[in-house]
Each structure stands twice: as C-alpha cells, then as structure tokens.
C-alpha cells in the first residue's frame, strides 16, 4: 500500500521561504508522477506542479514558475518542494500525491494516491 506523508509547513512572512517534503513508501516509485497541490479555504484544490520520478522533467502552474521548485530524491523515496519569494496567496493546504496512470497531470482526480497534507500560512 502506497503512503504518503508531507512535512515543513509553518508560518512564513511574506517573501520568505519553506520547503516542504513528501515521504513515500510502499513501492518503488519509477514510472509514477508525482504531484503537488493546495487547497486554499473555500477553493478547490489547485495543481501546482508536477515531477515525472523516473525523467525528473517539471511542469508548474503559472503563478508558481521561477519561485517554486519540485525535485526528488530516488534513495530515500522523497519528493520536495521548496518555495521561495512566497506570498500570502500562497497560503493553503499542500498535498503531495501520486499518479500511476497516464492521466492528465494537472487534474486532481487523475491521482491515485494522497497524503494528507502540511498547513502553509504566509503572512503579509
């Protein structure tokens, strides 16, 4: 069974920095995407990047590119986002996930697997 858990989020001033980390477990994650999203208080839940685990190719959301950083690390089955210039409308959940399929990264529900996500507030 796959798992998923996210850590380092906090309280951040704005323009400040925080990286957060995904353990994975339960098998081996080659040929799997690997996701970031966030869940703002009465939005849906946003796609912000993603990481092909094999390739280490990136694709991120628009208002995202240039500050944030998705990266991986195959030995210790862990995926990273570090986030820098950050903003208060960054503020959000953020959960890591996992996708086996060929399904359209970008959408929430092409994922199979979820972690249960790190609380980020950045304050102006």
């Known amino acids: 069974q796959v798992q998923l858990v996210e850590s380092g989020g906090g309280l951040v001033q704005a323009g400040g920095s925080l990286r957060l980390s995904c353990a994975a477990s339960g098998r081996t994650f080659s040929g799997y995407a690997m996701g970031w999203f966030r869940q703002a208080p009465g939005k849906e839940r946003e796609f912000v990047g993603v990481?092909?685990?094999?390739?280490?190719?990136?694709y991120y959301l628009d208002s995202v590119k240039g500050r944030f950083t998705i990266s991986r690390d195959a030995a210790t089955n862990t995926l990273y986002l570090q986030m820098n210039s950050l903003k208060p409308e960054d503020t959000a959940v953020y959960y890591c996930?996992?996708?086996?399929?060929?399904?359209?990264?970008?959408?929430?529900?092409?994922?199979?697997?979820w972690g249960q996500g790190t609380q980020v507030t950045v304050a102006s």
């Open positions: 996930a996992a996708l086996v399929y060929a399904r359209p990264q970008s959408l929430p529900s092409s994922y199979d697997y």
């Open positions: 990481i092909n685990w094999s390739a280490g190719n990136t």
